[in-house]
């Protein structure tokens, strides 16, 4: 159980489009998913957390024009990078949370791996 | 910023029980311990957490002192496809701040 599915995998498109990542949780219910980024090397740094039915919550530092997140219903959230650039080539992961305020884990997508020419 | 501490990387032999430590020393009561890991280009796997107990799943054992300032994760028995780096994680359960921050990790490499 607690599957977490990402779309697409990898992705490479022209600098100044704009790229959809979706996260799905595929057999439970998530009030809340995380979006991170990670460089190669280095460890995950977490963008924002989605709530549904509210607005994300991001992390200092990233930009909420530049990243958007929607998490419209329980189990679908999605990060839209808007006008990407080569910068925001990177390894995005998404997670899930079962249930707010429990001891219960996250459980993460295989990621996304974003190219900008 | 992580609160954790961990070896940068470890060596194991194939079937050779694998022990990576863990420094949480400014754990507080309300905080758990995570254990993650990530194989190259995937997302982090969950593996075990505990609060205060040890702990064990068919993936892996939990050790943590009484003191809970540190831990120690088990693999008892290494195999190559657990070369990953893992993380361990403190993070608050009964509050808003439900995010994961990854520190550095530690890199097991698992050798015939």
């Known amino acids: 159980g607690a599957v977490v599915s990402q779309h697409p995998s990898w992705v490479i498109c022209k600098s100044g489009t704009s790229v959809k990542i979706e996260c799905r949780s595929l057999d439970f219910q998530a009030t809340t998913m995380f979006w991170y980024r990670q460089f190669p090397k280095q460890s995950l740094m977490l963008m924002a957390t989605?709530?549904?039915?509210?607005?994300?919550?991001?992390e200092q530092g990233v930009e909420k024009d530049k990243f958007l997140i929607n998490h419209a219903s329980l189990t679908l959230s999605t990060l839209t990078v808007t006008s990407a650039h080569p910068e925001d080539s990177s390894f995005y992961i998404c997670?899930?949370?079962?249930?707010?305020?429990?001891?219960?884990?996250?459980?993460f997508g295989d990621g996304t791996r974003l190219s900008i020419l | 910023d992580a609160k954790t501490t961990q070896p940068t990387s470890m060596d194991c032999a194939e079937g050779r029980a694998a022990n990576l430590p863990c420094n949480h020393s400014?754990?507080?009561?309300?905080?758990?311990v995570y254990w993650y890991r990530q194989i190259h280009s995937q997302g982090p796997q969950y593996i075990i957490h505990g609060l205060k107990n040890n702990e064990t799943n068919e993936m892996a054992s939990l050790i943590i002192t009484e003191d809970r300032k540190s831990s120690t994760l088990i693999l008892p028995h290494a195999t190559l496809r657990d070369t990953a780096v893992y993380y361990c994680i403190v993070r608050e359960r009964n509050t808003g701040f439900q995010k994961l921050v990854f520190g550095t990790g530690t890199r097991l490499l698992v050798s015939p």
């Open positions: 997670s899930a949370l079962v249930t707010f305020g429990s001891s219960q884990p996250q459980h």
């Open positions: 400014t754990i507080s009561g309300n905080e758990y």
């Open positions: 989605s709530n549904e039915g509210s607005k994300a919550t991001y």
